[in-house]
């Protein structure tokens, strides 16, 4: 069965901590994974990795695929309590016409 | 140019009633999904449609669940006779799928309430 696993499940930081964020998966066919940041409402997509070892950035924000050991990490340095969120983590594969599977989520609380 | 719309927002439904939830994908995208999302959950998918066609409905459950999205209008995701099991956020994400690039955009979800 395909599956999608995030850890920790939740983390409490304090401001100026880095943090990563983890994801693994177990799946035939991978095409891609993507990060979302979910705060109130609704997600909103940070990253797409394709290629392993490849980093994607974006500000404060890093990520990178590793495809033999099935997983990627979301790095945050200096934390701010606007990262507070849930980092959804998703893969989308090839022969599931379309369906992404999403992990549970890391709920990552950053305290002033 | 607008994002996904979700509406309601928010819909309380009693026990036994029907629920429609609408989806309007961003101008441009011709695939729409929804997702369930329970309290202290991730996303689970339910259902992928393109204009007028179910692509995978492996998610959605077999009774009182149906999706639509008709040549012209929004999607639909329909509840009958809905239960307290039903209350969850559902979301509705957009995309183009172009080639191996399958970014989704969301809306800002509806949250199902049942009495």
């Known amino acids: 069965e395909d599956k999608v696993v995030q850890s920790p499940l939740s983390l409490v930081v304090h401001e100026g901590d880095t943090v990563t964020l983890n994801c693994s998966y177990e799946?035939?066919?991978?095409?891609?994974l993507l990060w979302y940041k979910q705060e109130k409402k609704a997600p909103t997509f940070l990253f797409m990795l394709t290629s392993s070892g490849i980093e994607k950035k974006s500000g404060r924000l890093s990520s990178i695929l590793d495809k033999k050991e099935l997983s990627s990490i979301l790095n945050i340095t200096a934390t701010q309590t606007g990262d507070s969120a849930i980092y959804l983590c998703?893969?989308?594969?090839?022969?599931?016409?379309?369906?992404?599977?999403f992990g549970d989520g890391t709920t990552l609380t950053v305290k002033p | 140019n607008a994002g996904v719309m979700q509406n309601p927002r928010h819909l309380v439904r009693r026990r036994g009633q029907e629920a429609r939830l609408r989806c309007s994908p961003m101008k441009g995208h011709s695939h729409v999904y929804w997702y369930r999302q329970l309290p202290e959950e991730g996303l689970k998918f339910m259902v992928y449609l393109q204009k007028e066609n179910i692509i995978d409905e492996s998610g959605m459950p077999k009774e009182r669940f149906s999706a639509e999205f008709p040549k012209e209008g929004p999607s639909i995701l329909r509840i009958q006779q809905v239960v307290r099991g039903d209350s969850a956020a559902y979301f509705c994400?957009?995309?183009?799928?172009?080639?191996?690039?399958?970014?989704?955009?969301f809306g800002a979800g509806t949250r199902l309430s049942v009495l």
């Open positions: 994400a957009s995309s183009r799928r172009v080639l191996r690039k399958n970014i989704q955009y």
């Open positions: 799946v035939t066919n991978f095409r891609s």
């Open positions: 998703a893969v989308d594969w090839s022969t599931n016409a379309g369906k992404s599977t």
